[in-house]
């Protein structure tokens, strides 16, 4: 079993609708959680993390983590064709430097 | 302020033959790991450089695979004898602070072994 889930997609949506993206974990001693986002033939860039449980938000972007049920979420409003991309969840622990990732979602946004 | 950067950002080698992959990172940045993606798989941590230390080299898969940080500066990332499964995209990644936490990426090599 893998430690970090996602669903691959793609997930196709209209330009404009709310976009919601999910990662499931397993390691209970994860406490930072990170959203990357990855255009093709790029590296991942950092959208933005949250550390333990709680909710973030940054501009169109929300970040939700649920420790309790090991399960976080990334909502993106208004979603613009710009949005495009493969998003990655990555975590960590409290100890180490190591990023753990999840295989990634690609998501299209349709004018 | 630049960002990371990579070298090459494509290479096709045969089996066996040698490749040296180069990362600059983000000046004054003493953090630097390297990551990669294997096709159909996640990213994997490979290791993490605090300065020119090796800080965790867990990640490595095997003794073909050699990294250092003259200078606490740029990192090779040595691939020697490099075989089929090795293909796959490597990113170099720096951060100011430990933890990886705030870690810019460069934009990858895609290394081929054919």
């Known amino acids: 079993q893998k430690e970090v889930e996602q669903d691959p997609g793609p997930l196709s949506v209209p330009e404009g609708a709310i976009v919601s993206l999910n990662c499931t974990y397993s390691?209970?001693?994860?406490?930072?959680f990170m959203w990357y986002r990855q255009y093709s033939r790029k590296g991942p860039e950092l959208l933005m993390y949250?550390?333990?449980?709680g909710n973030k938000e940054d501009g169109r972007f929300t970040a939700q983590v649920d420790k309790s049920s090991k399960y976080i979420s990334l909502f993106i409003r208004d979603s613009q064709p710009s949005d495009s991309a493969t998003y990655l969840c990555?975590?960590?622990?409290?100890?180490?430097?190591?990023?753990?990732f999840g295989g990634g979602t690609r998501l299209m946004v349709k004018p | 302020e630049a960002g990371v950067t990579q070298f090459p950002s494509h290479s096709v080698i045969e089996k066996g033959q040698t490749v040296t992959l180069r990362c600059d990172p983000i000046?004054?940045?003493?953090?630097l790991y390297w990551y990669r993606r294997v096709m159909g798989k996640e990213i994997k941590f490979l290791l993490h450089?605090?300065?020119?230390?090796?800080?965790?080299e867990s990640g490595m898969p095997n003794n073909r695979f050699l990294a250092e940080r003259t200078g606490g500066t740029y990192s090779t990332l040595k691939v020697q004898p490099a075989e089929l499964e090795d293909s796959g995209v490597y990113f170099c990644?720096?951060?100011?602070?430990?933890?990886?936490?705030?870690?810019?990426f460069g934009q990858g090599t895609r290394l081929t072994v054919v």
């Open positions: 990644a720096s951060s100011r602070q430990a933890g990886g936490t705030e870690a810019f």
């Open positions: 390691n209970s001693a994860f406490q930072y």
């Open positions: 949250t550390y333990s449980s």
């Open positions: 990555a975590m960590r622990g409290n100890a180490g430097n190591m990023l753990t």
């Open positions: 000046s004054g940045h003493d953090n």
């Open positions: 450089f605090v300065k020119e230390s090796k800080q965790d």
